[in-house]
């Protein structure tokens, strides 16, 4: 699924984001990506979602080094994955079902599948009755379970979710974590990087921790470790 061979990442400043980091993560696994800002957790999600290009090393993705793509290839390539923000990252001037539909609409998908598939994500997030609302309308754990249902809704074997929770109160982070873990059980790899100690506390799920751009320590059901 994901294989990540001796990355390092170099920024014009000087700092690192990434030293020498070498991981797998299988197909099914649901794991954790910590650390306190600026140890690099955010230069590894952005590589996998090829936003930013390593300095050296390979990633592959399903198989397919990404490093290697050509920037034409790359909407291709992420059409592959469920991206989930912290910001939620919603088309304003769409409703609930036009924003989910949207994310098949540009995969040139069947409007027979768009009207099959739609209603039935947003019944599994919760928002069947709020599917003909806007954005602006919602309340930030509708906005985020909006985002998931866009995330899902091309059946994506990988789901990288940036901070899902941060901005909302604990009982919505709860839900939207759930819901995630729901996800995950039905067969999608996750990848959650987060700073959400009590919920990787609570989940032990496997949790890979960075600090100056290493890999601190990689625990099969850990928790949030206090040196990230």
Request: hydrophobic content about 35%; glycine content about 8%.
């Amino acid at each position: 699924m994901i294989n990540i061979e001796n990355v390092t990442k170099f920024y014009d400043n000087g700092a690192k984001g990434a030293d020498q980091i070498s991981v797998k993560i299988e197909q099914g696994e649901f794991v954790f990506i910590v650390g306190s800002s600026g140890s690099g957790k955010s230069s590894f999600i952005r590589m996998l979602l090829k936003e930013q290009e390593p300095t050296s090393g390979k990633i592959y993705i399903n198989n397919v080094d990404i490093t290697t793509l050509h920037h034409k290839e790359v909407p291709y390539f992420r059409r592959q994955l469920g991206v989930v923000f912290q910001d939620f990252k919603l088309l304003p001037n769409k409703t609930v079902y036009e924003n989910v539909a949207f994310a098949m609409e540009v995969t040139e998908a069947p409007s027979r599948e768009i009207r099959r598939n739609v209603p039935a994500v947003l019944a599994m997030v919760g928002l069947q009755r709020k599917s003909k609302s806007y954005p602006n309308q919602l309340s930030g754990g509708e906005q985020q379970r909006t985002a998931l249902a866009r995330a899902i809704v091309n059946k994506p074997s990988l789901l990288i979710a940036d901070e899902p929770t941060g901005n909302l109160d604990p009982k919505t982070a709860w839900e939207i974590m759930h819901l995630l873990e729901d996800i995950n059980y039905r067969g999608t790899t996750v990848v959650v990087a987060t700073h959400a100690k009590d919920i990787v506390d609570t989940m032990q799920k496997r949790v890979i921790t960075i600090k100056n751009g290493k890999i601190l320590s990689d625990v099969e059901k850990g928790g949030y470790s206090n040196e990230g």
